[in-house]
């Protein structure tokens, strides 16, 4: 006898109660609609039969490539008290997902609660949408067959134990990808060293290649990109310098994002203090920025209340070992 089944046996009119404990255990422990609609005990005319007939339907209807619309407005029956409303959640979660709607899937899969039986599911589908590859896709208009299958070999061989086999096959791709426009030899860069980072990858060395095919300034751009949600100095680091390399005169929109990571840096700093690798690349920077016409503030000073095993500032230590070659 399964979980399901007992609680049925022992609570059989509080599982039909929202609030109650049952209720809220039957919902949470539900990971197939067929453990209820299956069930001898139950009759057929049973709300909860007849629920579970509902979401089987609009599952089949978003999984077999043959979507029956009625299905969808019965669907719409399930209230968010049933012991079927993650299911309906996830359903509605699938059929954005496989519209290519990001954003609408991402919307009815985080509603689903960490204690329920469906939430593993819906974080691999998750962590597809919100992929580095399929973000990278998703900035490009249209790229041939042949760039796709060498991103697909880079990101199969994004591992510290192949990360030879790795590189040899960002080599082979940016031979190609030097021929593309500069915003998307960017969003390259920007991809490679994000999923470099992602996966425990030499970074040192990604940006080494990626400087060799595409200059120092795409290079660098595509760091700065990659790296500000997880390591704030060393992407202004990567983003001043991108501009010191910078043949053309330098945006206006470029020396706003300038600033306002400066603004951002200031701030991260006044509460993990200055790391010394940082101050001493910002010191030889600030007079060439200046030079170009960039001119910014003093950075943070030192807080002396750091916390020296602040994972964040260990983790931008880390980072800034990028400057010392």
Same mark, same amino acid.
């Given at each position: ?54 979401? =089987?339907?609009?599952? /089949? $209807? ?9 299905? *969808?407005?019965?669907? !719409?029956?399930? +209230? ?70 060498? =991103?697909?070999?880079? /990101? $199969? ?9 790795? *590189?040899?096959?960002? !080599?082979?791709? +940016? ?28 970074l040192k060395e990604t940006i080494k290649i990626l400087v060799k095919f595409f200059g120092r300034y795409v ?31 330098? $945006? ?6 300038l600033r306002e990571l400066f603004q951002q840096v200031k701030v991260f700093q006044e509460v993990e203090g ?40 260990k983790k931008c230590t880390a980072q800034l070992e990028l400057f010392a070659s």
């Amino acid at each position: 006898m399964n979980d399901i089944t007992r609680l049925l046996k022992r609570y059989p009119e509080d599982v039909l109660k929202p609030g109650t404990r049952a209720h809220q255990e039957l919902k949470k422990k539900l990971s197939n609609p067929l453990h209820l609609t299956s069930l001898t005990m139950l009759n057929e005319d049973h709300p909860l039969k007849i629920q579970g007939y509902i979401v =089987l339907d609009a599952f /089949e $209807s978003v999984t077999n490539g043959m979507e029956d619309p009625q299905a *969808f407005v019965e669907l !719409q029956k399930i +209230s968010d008290d049933s012991v079927f409303y993650p299911w309906k959640l996830f359903i509605l979660g699938l059929k954005a997902f496989y519209s290519e709607m990001d954003k609408e899937c991402e919307f009815y899969l985080r509603q689903i609660e960490s204690d329920s039986a469906l939430y593993p599911f819906c974080q691999d589908f998750l962590m597809d949408i919100q992929s580095l590859q399929k973000k990278f896709f998703q900035q490009l208009w249209s790229i041939p067959t042949s760039y796709k299958e060498s =991103l697909e070999q880079i /990101e $199969s061989t994004a591992y510290p134990e192949t990360q030879d086999y790795y *590189f040899e096959a960002i !080599q082979e791709a +940016s031979q190609c990808w030097k021929n593309r426009s500069e915003h998307e030899k960017i969003v390259f860069c920007q991809w490679l060293v994000g999923l470099s980072e992602q996966r425990g990858i030499d970074l040192k060395e990604t940006i080494k290649i990626l400087v060799k095919f595409f200059g120092r300034y795409v290079a660098q751009q595509g760091a700065a990109y990659a790296l500000v949600e997880t390591s704030l100095e060393p992407a202004f680091l990567f983003y001043a310098r991108s501009l010191l390399e910078k043949n053309d005169p330098v $945006s206006f929109e470029e020396h706003s994002i300038l600033r306002e990571l400066f603004q951002q840096v200031k701030v991260f700093q006044e509460v993990e203090g200055v790391d010394p690798d940082f101050e001493r690349e910002w010191f030889q920077l600030k007079p060439q920025l200046s030079n170009r016409g960039l001119h910014l503030g003093e950075a943070g000073s030192n807080n002396p209340n750091k916390d020296p095993q602040s994972t964040k500032t260990k983790k931008c230590t880390a980072q800034l070992e990028l400057f010392a070659s």
